[in-house]
């Protein structure tokens, strides 16, 4: 079955930092990938997403990802971190699977930024 | 044009009750999913739909039943509610089945089983 792992459950980090998300899926067919936010008390948003071509994909608030598809891999980078990415992070896989496609998330990862 | 709308926003429940959280979505996506989320665990999809009349289960759909009688509303049903069904749940909605684009999600709902 369809997986995907975040290691990364909570992160601490102070204005500034560099960020780095790690996120990897387990399925060998054709893959959509996603990051989502979840703001404190809000719903996900979408971040950014790959389809196909260019592997380092941008999305919005100046974050990034790269696919790497012979480590199964999408992480989510941010080059200096605000206060205000605090959140929770939601990589997510849409595969096809059982003759239809659904989204499977990862556990997500909880951002916190000190001011 | 309103998106994804879910009602109620909260619920308390009693175990053995039994009670539909509402879900509808403006924007003609095909695609509709329910997910709980529970601390630790992230987004767990319970059941999706692909169009009307078409339904299947995602990872965590026991105690759980949907229909989809029309593109717009995709509603879900707790048979007999129980405490590990306290949650916060998502509905969500995307353009295409299978295809490249993003889910949309509510604002979610969140329940308490007593």
């Known amino acids: 079955a369809q997986s995907v792992s975040q290691h990364n459950h909570h992160v601490i980090l102070s204005e500034a930092a560099s960020l780095e998300l790690g996120c990897n899926y387990s399925?060998?067919?054709?893959?959509?990938l996603f990051w989502y936010v979840q703001y404190p008390g809000q719903h996900l948003q979408l971040l950014l997403k790959?389809?196909?071509?260019?592997?380092l994909v941008k999305g919005i608030k100046g974050f990034e990802a790269e696919f790497i598809k012979s480590k199964f891999s999408f992480n989510l980078r941010k080059p200096s971190v605000q206060w205000s990415d605090t959140a929770e992070y939601f990589c997510?896989?849409?595969?096809?699977?059982?003759?239809?496609?659904?989204?499977?998330f990862g556990t997500g990862t909880r951002l916190k930024v000190l001011a | 044009n309103a998106g994804v709308t879910q009602t109620p926003k909260f619920q308390v429940l009693k175990t053995g009750q039994s009670m539909t959280l509402q879900c509808a979505q403006d924007?003609?996506?095909?695609?509709m999913s329910w997910y709980r989320q529970d601390p630790g665990m992230g987004l767990r999809l319970i059941h999706y739909?692909?169009?009307?009349?078409?339904?299947d289960q995602g990872e965590v759909p026991n105690g759980y039943n949907v229909s989809r009688s029309t593109t717009e509303d995709f509603p879900l049903r707790l048979l007999s509610a129980a405490p590990s069904q306290t949650s916060v749940y998502f509905c969500?909605?995307?353009?295409?089945?299978?295809?490249?684009?993003?889910?949309?999600f509510g604002p979610g709902t969140r329940l308490t089983v007593l």
């Open positions: 790959y389809f196909s071509g260019d592997p």
């Open positions: 399925y060998g067919g054709t893959v959509n």
């Open positions: 969500a909605s995307s353009a295409l089945a299978g295809e490249r684009m993003e889910q949309f």
């Open positions: 924007m003609n996506h095909e695609y």
């Open positions: 997510a896989v849409n595969a096809k699977g059982s003759g239809t496609y659904k989204y499977i």
């Open positions: 739909s692909v169009g009307a009349g078409i339904t």
